[in-house]
């Protein structure tokens, strides 16, 4: 596999949330790591002061960090879906995440970030890292 242009950071724990990040393998340039793995909370640290539990897309190239609503529009976007749909899904994003958990038996709400970002300089410096930390774990995905 060629390096990865981005990298989503999802609910581990979420069965129906891996299933999702499962789906992602057939994007070549995007790799899914667990929000609970290290690599991923001290990227998170690094780009938010904090580390919001939220779906979180990085796009190393575009410089770019992609949260929540804007996370799942930018992912069935890059998945070819229609734009009409990639615009449902943002828009219906807390109703499904609310729904998922509930199903999952996730016993917290997602954090409120939503918006698109500049990749901090800190951050850009952990991609490679969070990268190498989401390739070497593809079982995190099929759990």
């Avoid at 596999?1 to 999802?10: K, R």
Wanted: charged share 20%; aromatic share 8%; glycine share 6%.
């Amino acid at each position: 596999m060629t390096a990865p242009d981005a990298v989503l950071i999802y609910d581990g724990e979420c069965p129906y949330c891996s299933m999702a990040a499962l789906a992602l393998k057939r994007l070549d340039t995007v790799v899914a790591i667990s929000w609970y793995d290290d690599a991923s909370q001290q990227f998170l640290e690094a780009q938010f002061g904090t580390t919001p539990f939220a779906m979180v897309l990085v796009d190393q190239q575009a410089r770019r960090v992609y949260a929540g609503k804007a996370a799942a529009k930018e992912l069935a976007s890059r998945a070819g879906m229609p734009k009409l749909a990639g615009t449902l899904v943002r828009d219906n994003y807390e109703t499904i995440a609310d729904l998922v958990g509930r199903a999952s038996g996730r016993g917290r709400d997602p954090d409120d970030y939503h918006e698109q970002y500049m990749l901090a300089a800190k951050a850009s410096n952990l991609f490679t890292a969070l990268a190498a930390a989401a390739a070497e774990r593809p079982a995190d995905v099929t759990a």
